[in-house]
């Protein structure tokens, strides 16, 4: 495969006039995309479609011919291409139809929201057999990103440079109170993560949790708490390669509902750490007592708790089952609406959608969803329904 770099970031991230600067610089030989000596004379200009490669990529305001200096390309629409003075040509090419991209060659080739194309994987792997022109073809890749196939192979193949950018650090070439407004209607959403954070937001399918139930539970209001708990899912060791402590806080309303509070999860610590944490939270929100798992450590785990505060209450709680299976009448508590998130919790909610039956997140556990579950069982535990019969 060629030399290809990756661009991926939000809207208004600036992807579309870099990828028209890059394409100029290819053109003249111009640093740092090129050097004097090193003109690319015939690249491809590939879209979603013909109309967006116009629109957007050739005649937009961040396009080609907009921000161009000195020679200044024409756009021959007959022809479906870009020409410069020098004779560098730029062909345009449509994702609905890859067979056009069979038999023309290129120098290098700028390819724009290639998580939107139509035919992504057939159109991408046409062009790789056209860029065959000198000692080092190129190709760029601007996209918003999207969980398509073709867009996760290139974020994971180590041969792909890729760099990400925000819709943020754009913000001076930005309408004033853009940001603003759309950071205050869709920040920290799994919409606002993905268009303006640029970051990958996927979903594994037969998760427990899925995005929409998560953003479902939003509560932008919190309520009074009647009661309120702090939930600790302790990790085996202290070492670095260690698991996560879960703590997590959850309260329950005066109408019966779940409230998420706060997630306050330690990574890799050791056990005075993450006990002063818990106990810092359980004080903090003026909470009933600790849940905590003694699967691990067993009375070591009160132990602990008890050499940062005597006084504070725990609970301990044993796992007779797997994951899964404790996680279930939880996951089925969201889908009726009955757990709510009182903010947005990312690395929480992250893992809850990547839990799957094998009872790993990304094959790690799931400290986080396992702090959550003990809590919510304990405020909950005769309202939970049993787990869902599954087809076997």
């Known amino acids: 495969m060629p030399d290809t770099w990756l661009l991926t970031g939000g809207r208004g991230a600036g992807k579309t006039r870099l990828g028209a600067e890059w394409v100029n610089g290819m053109v003249r030989g111009l640093p740092p995309f090129a050097k004097p000596h090193d003109k690319h004379m015939v690249l491809a200009l590939v879209g979603e479609t013909l109309s967006d490669v ?139 993560r993905q268009e303006l954070d640029g970051e990958l937001i996927e979903e594994r399918e037969g998760a427990l949790w899925s995005r929409e139930m998560v953003e479902q539970a939003y509560l932008a209001d919190v309520p009074e708490m009647r009661r309120i708990v702090v939930a600790v899912d302790p990790p085996a060791t202290s070492r670095k390669s260690s698991d996560a402590c879960g703590i997590v806080a959850v309260g329950l309303t005066d109408d019966g509902r779940i409230v998420v509070l706060a997630d306050e999860t330690l990574g890799a610590a050791k056990p005075q750490a993450w006990a002063t944490r818990a106990v810092s939270l359980y004080h903090r929100l003026g909470a009933d007592c600790l849940v905590a798992e003694v699967n691990q450590g067993g009375e070591m785990v009160t132990a602990v708790i008890r050499t940062v505060d005597p006084l504070v209450p725990v609970k301990p709680v044993r796992a007779a089952r797997a994951k899964w299976l404790r996680a279930e009448p939880v996951a089925a508590l969201y889908e009726q609406g009955r757990v709510k998130h009182a903010g947005r919790f990312k690395a929480l909610e992250d893992e809850m959608c990547d839990f799957g039956p094998d009872g790993l997140t990304s094959g790690r556990s799931p400290d986080r969803t396992d702090a959550l579950v003990w809590a919510v069982t304990e405020l909950m535990p005769g309202w939970a329904p049993r787990p869902r019969i599954r087809d076997i």
């Not at 190709?139 to 990103?145: A, D, E, F």
């Not at 943020?168 to 407004?181: I, Q, W």
Request: charge should be positive; hydrophobic fraction near 35%.
């Open 54 to 192: 116009r629109e957007v990529m050739v005649d937009g305001p961040s396009g080609i011919v907009s921000i161009s200096r000195g020679d200044r390309p024409r756009f021959e629409p007959s022809r479906k291409r870009l020409v410069w003075d020098s004779g560098a040509v730029a062909h345009i090419f449509s994702s609905e139809d890859p067979e056009s991209l069979r038999g023309p060659q290129f120098y290098a080739a700028w390819c724009d929201e290639l998580a939107k194309w139509k035919n992504a994987e057939a159109t991408f792997d046409m062009l790789q057999f056209g860029l065959r022109l000198g000692e080092r073809p190129r190709q760029l890749v601007t996209t918003t990103p999207r969980p398509t196939p073709l867009f996760k192979r290139l974020l994971n193949d180590p041969s792909v440079h890729v760099t990400r950018m925000s819709t943020d650090e754009n913000r001076d070439n930005l309408a004033p109170g853009f940001l603003a407004a759309v950071a205050k209607r869709y920040g920290n959403t799994r919409l606002g």
